[in-house]
């Protein structure tokens, strides 16, 4: 079966054998070597993270009292070792990694909700509604971003869902800038004035013409928003404002290891190898679907 796309004259005629947009950025982002690895890093990590920790015969903080501080060894079960409270690290690095990718995906979903509904609503409408949305927006970009987050973590509590909603507030600031600029150049197009024109209402049109124009930046960016927020939570989980025990994340071991690198380094090296390949890959495979997903690349 041939795909088919319309013609230049915009009369509805097919070409056969032409693929769609996104069958072509699909298969360019295929032959993009460091996205795919990247990707299937990404998989695997995934894999491990949840099927590990559900199928071990004991639980993550369970101690081993004869093998307290141990380094990796197969024989004795531990291939990471054991930290300094005798709790198996390989065990606690992949659930680890559950809650550092958990809390990335739902801090990148909170900043896309809230920012590309923020940057439509201002950059279509525009006037009054845009000079106000995008001076709140400069406001908060002048506001020192860490002391806020922190400020909430202390005032409401470290919960992890209160994390992922702080640090997707946080980042939905540049989503909401993105979104508004496409805006503005959509909306000025013939389809979106043609609706325009036969009656539709403004909210059908952002969200039946705008919105989905406005897919691939997004997901670019939300790609690249995931390793921002997973780095955010290490940074507040190694000061202590961030996950809290019995749950951990790559942040909390690396601070705990941190504290041990001269005796157990192990404890330090295995969750900041694993956050390390978690961050690469996202950005290879952003940098992937940037290419695929911008035209002048193809």
Request: proline content about 6%.
């Amino acid at each position: 079966m041939t795909d088919a796309a319309t013609s230049p004259d915009g009369q509805g005629a097919t070409v056969p054998g032409s693929r769609s947009p996104w069958r072509a950025a699909a298969a360019h982002l295929g032959r993009n070597r460091a996205a795919m690895a990247g990707l299937v890093t990404l998989g695997v990590l995934a894999f491990l993270a949840i099927t590990v920790p559900a199928l071990s015969p004991y639980p993550i903080d369970d101690i081993f009292w004869d093998a307290i501080g141990t380094g990796p060894t197969l024989a004795g079960g531990h291939p990471f070792g054991t930290d300094a409270n005798g709790r198996d690290l390989f065990l606690r690095t992949l659930y680890a990694g559950r809650i550092s990718l958990t809390v990335g995906l739902a801090a990148s979903l909170v900043s896309v909700l809230v920012g590309v509904a923020w940057g439509t609503v201002s950059g279509y409408f525009g006037g009054v509604t845009d000079s106000l949305m995008m001076r709140f927006v400069d406001i908060l970009y002048a506001l020192p971003f860490m002391f806020f987050v922190i400020l909430l973590m202390v005032y409401f509590g470290r919960h992890v869902v209160l994390i992922f909603v702080a640090i997707g507030m946080v980042e939905w600031l540049d989503m909401a800038r993105i979104v508004r600029g496409e805006t503005l150049s959509i909306k000025r197009r013939e389809f979106v004035e043609a609706a325009r024109a036969m009656g539709a209402p403004s909210l059908w049109i952002v969200a039946r013409h705008v919105v989905p124009n406005v897919v691939g930046p997004v997901v670019v960016f939300a790609t690249l928003t995931v390793p921002r927020a997973i780095l955010f939570e290490s940074f507040l989980s190694f000061l202590g404002l961030g996950i809290q025990e019995p749950m951990t994340s790559w942040g909390v071991l690396i601070s705990e290891g941190a504290t041990q690198m001269e005796t157990q380094p192990w404890a330090l090296v295995f969750p900041a190898t694993f956050l390390a390949a978690t961050l690469f890959s996202l950005n290879f495979l952003g940098d992937g679907l940037r290419d695929a997903l911008d035209p002048r690349h193809r």
